[in-house]
C-alpha cells in the first residue's frame, strides 16, 4: 500500500502485483489503512482469484489477514519499486481513468 493524494485529500493505494507474470492483479484506493481494510482487499483478491495462491506482500496487515482468510503468506522483497510505479501510473493516467 502506499499514500496517494487525491485533489489535496490523502488516501492509501493498495495493489495486488503478482511478480511471476509481471502482471498487476487488482488495485483499489481506500480513505485508510487498517487491518479490516486488508482483510477486505485480499478477500476480494481471493473471490476474483482462488485461494490457491501464495500472498507475498512487503509486511504491515498482510499476515493477520491472510491467517484469518486462511491464505499462504509470505515476504516478498525483491521488487520494491512495482508500488513506485503503480503510483507513477496512477499520477499520469489520472485516478478517474485507472480505476
Known amino acids: 500500500m502506499s499514500m496517494i493524494t487525491i485533489k489535496g485529500e490523502v488516501y492509501w493505494l493498495w495493489v495486488a502485483y503478482e511478480p511471476y507474470i509481471k502482471r498487476y492483479l487488482l488495485m483499489s484506493i481506500y480513505k485508510e489503512k487498517t487491518l479490516t481494510v486488508c482483510y ?6 481471493r473471490r476474483l482469484y482462488g ?11 498482510y499476515d493477520q489477514a491472510c491467517r484469518w482468510l486462511r491464505i499462504k503468506y509470505n515476504v516478498y522483497d525483491q521488487d520494491k519499486n512495482v ?7 496512477i499520477n499520469k493516467e489520472g485516478y478517474n481513468r485507472v480505476l
Open 51 to 61: 485461494s490457491k495462491y501464495t500472498v507475498y506482500t512487503d509486511g504491515a496487515y
Open 40 to 45: 477486505n482487499f485480499i478477500k476480494r483478491l
Open 83 to 89: 508500488m513506485e510505479r503503480a503510483v507513477q501510473y
